[in-house]
């Protein structure tokens, strides 16, 4: 009798002792809860939360360009541009060749994306690569090519601008970005070496303010 009356009651502990560990587990949970969302809420207050940027820098920094092979030799062939990238800005936009200095044509062109202007150097020669696109601050437009160059006067010294070409992609460095006026100054033809300009443009028959970019040809490679 005393066996069994000891075993009741240890059984009769036990389960005394499991119920009191369940409601304090799920008391414990509340309170985890309760503490992770009230600090989370002060901390979003505080705007000290973590970028969720951050964490795809973990896998690949999204502000450099991916490319094929470097190419060591001199292009033979000298390219049109098709397309122009510009990872610091995420801005990727197609690039339109006419052969007219019409104004007309060119206005034409720029509703299409950017436009590089028919007299200037080509992509693989000595020169200056002029390349204009609209921008426009908008909430809403109609036609996206109308904020083909937005942010451009963001850039920094260094951030790094591919232009596509039919068989290779041109990597430049930006050298300046300058707001300029349209009736004072002018964008140079001719230069040393092989450059790149971006400038934004409201009408190739309109004088007015624009934010210039200027780069210089640091590497190419192979599409």
Not at 4 to 20: D, H, M
Not at 39 to 59: F, M, Q, R
Not at 199 to 215: L, P, W
Request: net charge neutral.
């Amino acid at each position: 009798m005393n066996t069994n009356s000891l075993t009741v009651k240890t059984a009769v502990k036990l389960v005394k002792a499991s119920k009191t560990a369940y409601y304090r587990k799920w008391a414990f949970l509340s309170v985890f809860v309760l503490v992770f969302f009230i600090t989370t809420g002060i901390a979003a207050a505080l705007d000290v939360l973590p970028d969720p940027t951050t964490a795809s820098n973990v896998y690949g920094d999204t502000t450099k360009l991916s490319v094929g092979p470097l190419v060591s030799a001199p292009i033979a062939t000298p390219e049109l541009p098709v397309k122009i990238e510009i990872p610091a800005i995420k801005l990727s936009v197609s690039v339109s060749n006419p052969e007219s200095t019409n104004v007309e044509v060119l206005d034409n062109a720029l509703l299409k994306g950017a436009v590089r202007y028919p007299t200037s150097a080509k992509l693989g020669e000595q020169g200056n690569v002029i390349i204009f696109g609209h921008s426009s601050y908008l909430p809403l437009v109609n036609n996206q090519n109308f904020k083909a160059f937005d942010g451009i006067q963001n850039l920094k010294q260094g951030d790094q601008i591919a232009v596509t070409g039919s068989g290779h992609v041109y990597v430049y460095s930006v050298e300046t970005v300058v707001k300029a006026n349209a009736t004072e100054d002018s964008i140079p033809l001719t230069v040393e070496g092989s450059k790149l300009t971006l400038a934004t443009c409201n009408s190739f028959g309109q004088k007015s303010d624009r934010f210039v970019v200027t780069a210089n040809l640091v590497e190419t490679h192979t599409l």
